[in-house]
C-alpha cells in the first residue's frame, strides 16, 4: 500500500474521489438542512411529539427537498461508477496529465451539476455538468478497456 500511495497518478485519485465522495456525503445534511426549514418530513416518526394537526401539515413533500434529494440520488448514480472506474484507471498506468484532466473534469463538473440543481439554474446547466461527468467516466471506461483487453 506504501507503494502505491507513492504513485503520483493514484495518489491523483484519492485526492478528487475523496472530494466527491464529501461532495455527496453532505448532500444528507443539506436535505435535512431543507426539511427542517421547509417544514417538511417524510416519516411519522419524524413528527410523532407534534400535535395531530401539525402532524398532518409536517408530513408532506416539499419541491426543495425533492430537488436536493434528486441531486443526491444523481451523485450516487454518477460518483459510485467514478470511484471504481478512476481506481481502476489510474491503476491501468495512464500518464498524470491525462489523469488529472479526467479526474479533475469529473470533480468540476458533479460541482457544477449541484450548483445547478440546487440552484434552480436553467437548463441546458444542470444537463452541461452531468453530460460533462458521464462522458469523462466513459472515457476512462474505454482507456481502462483498450489499455488492459484480454480477449
Keep these: 500500500m506504501m507503494k ?19 461532495k455527496m456525503m453532505l448532500m444528507s445534511p443539506m436535505t435535512a438542512f431543507f426539511r427542517f426549514t421547509r417544514g417538511a418530513f417524510a416519516n411519522e416518526e419524524d413528527v410523532a411529539r407534534k400535535s395531530p394537526e401539525e402532524r398532518k401539515k409536517l408530513l408532506r413533500t416539499d419541491p426543495d427537498v425533492e ?31 491525462s489523469a488529472l484532466l479526467h479526474f479533475r473534469l469529473f470533480v468540476g463538473s458533479r460541482i457544477f451539476h449541484t450548483l445547478s440543481y440546487v440552484g434552480s439554474l436553467p437548463q441546458p446547466c444542470r444537463a452541461l455538468g452531468f453530460m460533462v461527468g458521464l462522458l469523462t467516466n466513459v472515457s476512462m471506461a474505454y482507456r481502462l478497456l483498450s489499455s488492459v483487453m484480454v480477449l
Excluded at 500511495?5 to 464529501?22: G, I, K, L, N, W
Excluded at 467514478?82 to 491503476?91: A, I
Design 67 to 97: 430537488r436536493v434529494r434528486r441531486c443526491h440520488l444523481n451523485d450516487l448514480e454518477n460518483i459510485v461508477p467514478f470511484v471504481v472506474l478512476g481506481l481502476l484507471y489510474s491503476l491501468s498506468g495512464p500518464e498524470l496529465s
Design 4 to 22: 502505491l500511495m507513492e504513485d503520483e497518478v493514484f495518489r491523483a485519485f484519492s485526492t478528487y474521489a475523496a472530494v466527491v465522495v464529501v
